[in-house]
């Protein structure tokens, strides 16, 4: 797939909301892999929030673009022993998934950043190959992160399988519409629900996904491996 300017992309994410009858969700840049020039060249045409997949390859970007003033978010899977680098240099972190991050990540907070917006992610569909929480223990992760007050629980990310049958798509983004309005009904402080990429974020904003993950139609495909 070949990268798309950045305002194709945003006007492709308000056609299709208005076609769903929804709010145009937020866009996040997936910038996992990208080297920091590429980062710089797309927040100088105006995106300000980037998605990361690696602890420290993300620093190294966050700390070369920090005079930019960017918001970055871990997406990718969080190992417990980079939760003190995460919890200092991110603004998001969307994959919590067990109640040990939790509490590492709310002990790792400097005390001079504001709360770390968090997401439990969710394994929506089960699938061995994937991270993320089953949906009943959303309720119990939830809670935990949400007394912790270093903290700040937003909502849930999910990444659904890319299955052929368009109604097993549905299902699955269905299923994290429903847990998303039971969080928010318990906590006014939830508002995210982020889910649907590159090629399937159509359907996704058409269940309610706030916010999108976007990286192979903003920078193209990603080399493949010599």
């Known amino acids: 797939m070949s990268a798309l300017p950045l305002p194709t992309i945003l006007l492709n994410l308000h056609n299709a909301a208005a076609a769903a009858g929804r709010p ?17 060249a797309l927040a100088a045409q105006g995106q300000r929030a980037f998605g990361e997949n690696y602890v420290q390859e993300a620093v190294a970007k966050i700390d070369a673009l920090a005079a930019l003033g960017l918001e970055w978010h871990l997406i ?7 939760a003190e680098l995460a919890a200092r240099h991110f603004h998001w ?8 991050l939790v509490a590492a990540l709310a002990a790792h907070r400097p005390a001079g950043l504001p709360p770390l ?4 992610q969710v394994n929506i569909d089960d699938e061995g190959s994937k991270h993320g929480c089953r949906p009943d223990a959303v309720p119990a992760l939830a809670a935990a992160i ?13 990444i659904p399988a890319p299955w052929p049958d368009a109604e097993r798509r549905a299902r699955a983004f269905e ?3 429903t847990l998303f309005q039971a ?3 318990q906590y006014p402080q939830v508002d ?8 399937d974020y159509p359907e996704a904003i058409a269940y309610g996904a706030t916010m999108v993950r976007i990286g192979t139609a903003l920078f193209g495909a990603r080399p493949r491996p010599a």
């Open 24 to 40: 145009a969700p937020r866009l996040l840049a997936v910038s996992k892999t990208q080297p920091a020039d590429a980062v710089a």
């Open 76 to 82: 990718g899977h969080l190992q417990s022993n980079k």
């Open 93 to 100: 972190v969307q994959s919590v998934d067990r109640p040990r």
């Open 117 to 120: 917006e968090v997401l439990v």
């Open 146 to 158: 949400a007394a912790e007050p270093r903290l700040r629980l937003r909502g849930l990310m999910a």
């Open 175 to 177: 299923a994290m519409r």
């Open 183 to 185: 969080l928010a009904a």
């Open 192 to 199: 995210t629900l982020s889910m649907g990429m590159s090629g």
